[in-house]
């Protein structure tokens, strides 16, 4: 069964403002990751972090994951119109860590 | 480019031909797995193979759908006597490592996006 959820489904912001994006889960996981999908191409990876941290940076993106309400954000600061794209996160069962769960996205339009 | 190729980008066939989908990992890569996208929704994870063997394939139909990972060339999904409902896009992704090496990502192609009249 679909384990990630993201929420909003959609979000629409101005450029330089920070977008928030959240994502919950059902059961334990190795680690969460968040991917990013242009339209019309493949998913980049672009940051992972594992069950036992709690924060993680990278350039403009700030994740945070909370294994006690099963939860993750991905915060990206300073927006760009180039952001605008679907972000999907994806756990990893510990039982079968090959096997990524994703969630159905959130659809994320920086206007200009 | 060294990335995950993924051929054809686009396919469309009639209902009840085989649809044939390629993956070249990324160097180096020996572990490949396949998703499938339906419209507005995440991917689903079908089939992760080795090369010359299929590791788990819970994740795919049983009937109609096969896949393999040769010693030599790029691996394969195929789906024999396509429906309707097989219209999707098709993702590949691979790792230098397995199950055993938790904790890295998945390097994805760009999928291919079967459509099906």
């Known amino acids: 069964s679909q384990q990630g959820e993201e929420d909003p489904q959609a979000l629409s912001i101005q450029e330089g403002e920070n977008a928030t994006m959240n994502c919950s889960y059902k059961?334990?996981?190795?680690?969460l990751q968040w991917y990013r999908q242009n339209s019309g191409r493949g998913l980049v990876h672009l940051i992972l972090?594992?069950?036992?941290?709690r924060e993680k940076h990278s350039g403009r993106l700030r994740v945070t994951l909370d294994t006690s309400k099963k939860s993750s954000s991905l915060l990206i600061t300073a927006s760009r119109a180039a952001d605008t794209a679907s972000y999907f996160c994806?756990?990893?069962?510990?039982?079968?860590?090959?096997?990524?769960?994703f969630g159905s996205g959130t659809r994320l339009l920086v206007r200009p | 480019n060294a990335g995950v190729m993924q051929n054809p980008r686009h396919l469309v066939r009639r209902r009840g031909q085989e649809a044939r989908l390629r993956c070249s990992p990324m160097?180096?890569?020996?572990?490949v797995y396949w998703y499938r996208q339906l419209p507005e929704e995440g991917l689903k994870f079908m089939v992760y193979?080795?090369?010359?063997?299929?590791?788990?394939e819970s994740g795919m139909p049983k009937e109609r759908f096969s896949a393999e990972f040769p010693k030599e060339g790029p691996s394969i999904l195929r789906i024999q006597q396509v429906v309707r409902g097989d219209s999707a896009a098709y993702f590949c992704?691979?790792?230098?490592?397995?199950?055993?090496?938790?904790?890295?990502?998945?390097?994805f192609g760009d999928g291919t996006r079967l459509s099906i009249l």
């Open positions: 994806a756990t990893e069962p510990p039982d079968s860590s090959y096997k990524l769960i």
């Open positions: 059961t334990s996981i190795n680690n």
């Open positions: 972090i594992r069950s036992n941290e």
């Open positions: 193979l080795q090369k010359e063997n299929i590791i788990d």
């Open positions: 160097k180096g890569h020996s572990h």
């Open positions: 992704a691979s790792s230098p490592r397995g199950t055993a090496y938790g904790n890295q990502p998945q390097h």
